[in-house]
Antibody, heavy 119, light 110 residues
């Protein structure tokens, strides 16, 4: 059974850095063809892809957010971490992590975590 | 980069068939796979179609996907509609290094 779960702060202040952790089970990020990605969804709005990392440590970022994002993996802990710098109220959203079947199919999703950016 | 455009909303009666379109703004729709996700209120997205026309295990064959190169669009068709199908549907595709989601379509079954 494949599961993913996001964790991190529910409230951050403007200009702060957000760090989110995706902890997963039921698969390994050392398996060829597997990746983990992050997607967010502002309240009532569409999904927006942020970043993903593959089994071979290849990383991809949304062109519009690339300068503020960093994605890393810890294969031994079954975790993927996303950091986003200089948070703004417009970044208020539910943040999801999802398993990626190469190249870009999000086949299993976490429950999501709501992050509010407010002073 | 490119965009994927979906109708904001569609509605249809139970038992009927509905088709949701997803039009790619630039580049060929056939050049990269299209996925479709269903998101019920308060829930995470789940996949209903991948690689254009493949159904994940557990998704009923009432769901089908296709592409139309002439309109540069992908389509999700749901037949035999029931109230459980009422949800938001998002298409997704990619290019050489980026992933794009459509704006989503709210399906109402009434």
């Amino acid at each position: 059974q494949i599961t993913l779960k996001e964790s991190g702060p529910t409230l951050v202040k403007p200009t702060q850095t957000l760090t989110l952790t995706c902890t997963f089970s039921g698969f390994s990020l050392s398996t060829s063809g597997v990746g983990v990605g992050w997607i967010r969804q502002p309240p009532g709005k569409a999904l927006e892809w942020l970043a993903l990392i593959y089994w071979n440590d290849d990383k991809r970022y949304s062109p519009s957010l690339k300068s503020s994002l960093t994605i890393t993996k810890d294969t031994s802990k079954n975790q993927v971490v996303l950091t986003m710098t200089n948070m703004d109220p417009v970044d208020t959203a539910t943040y999801y992590c999802a398993r990626v079947d190469y190249p870009y199919y999000f086949d299993y999703w976490g429950q999501g975590t709501l992050v509010t950016v407010s002073s | 980069n490119f965009m994927l455009t979906q109708p904001h909303s569609v509605s249809e009666s139970p038992g009927k068939t509905v088709t949701i379109s997803c039009t790619r703004s630039s580049g060929s729709i056939a050049s990269n796979y299209v996925q479709w996700y269903q998101q019920r209120p308060g829930s995470s997205p789940t996949s209903v179609i991948y690689e254009g026309s493949q159904r994940p295990s557990g998704v009923p064959d009432r769901f089908s996907g296709s592409i139309d190169s002439s309109s540069n669009s992908a389509s999700l068709t749901i037949s035999g509609l029931n109230t459980e199908d009422e949800a938001d549907y998002f298409c997704q595709s990619y290019d050489s290094s980026s992933v794009v989601f459509g704006g989503g379509t709210k399906l109402t079954v009434l």
